[in-house]
């Protein structure tokens, strides 16, 4: 390959992606803020046309939820930069909106944190897997298991 014809690096390529990320590693209330309002609001006012529509179409209804589904993944986004204590910088802030939005995503705030916690902790450690982890088998078994369940792992995975 000639040097003509190398490909240049951009300027967002490379060994300054730190400072490209380091933007968003520190929470910013106004952020935080809009970010839940461009959440709850769309999802909360789908969630209304879902109601009213039923008595329209139940196409239309199925058809609402797609975008309603969209808006609850971005809700359990938020759900899981709170149990992180990402979202904003006061513990009890993220604490307070993660509690809201887990009933929004329904799942248990306090539990999920915990579990989650676990979940990062031990990620790759296949003799601390826990609920929640992907499943994996050690080589042992995978050789000790059925041919069905054999057969089921390598479609899961």
Request: hydrophobic fraction near 40%.
């Amino acid at each position: 390959m000639t040097a003509a014809s190398r490909p240049r690096r951009s300027a967002n390529s490379g060994s300054n992606w730190r400072q490209i990320v380091a933007q968003y590693q520190n929470p910013d209330v106004r952020h935080s803020v809009g970010q839940i309002l461009t959440s709850l609001v769309p999802y909360f006012a789908l969630l209304v046309l879902m109601y009213f529509s039923l008595s329209v179409s139940y196409w239309l209804t199925l058809l609402l939820a797609i975008p309603a589904a969209g808006f609850m993944m971005r809700i359990f986004i938020i759900f899981h930069d709170c149990g992180h204590g990402s979202f904003f910088k006061n513990r009890k802030a993220n604490d307070i909106v993660g509690a809201i939005t887990g009933v929004i995503t329904f799942t248990p705030y306090y539990r999920w944190r915990h579990a989650h916690a676990i979940h990062h902790a031990t990620a790759g450690d296949l003799d601390r897997r826990e609920a929640g982890d992907i499943w994996t088998m050690t080589v042992n078994e995978y050789q000790n298991a059925s041919p069905g369940k054999r057969l089921g792992y390598r479609i899961y995975r």
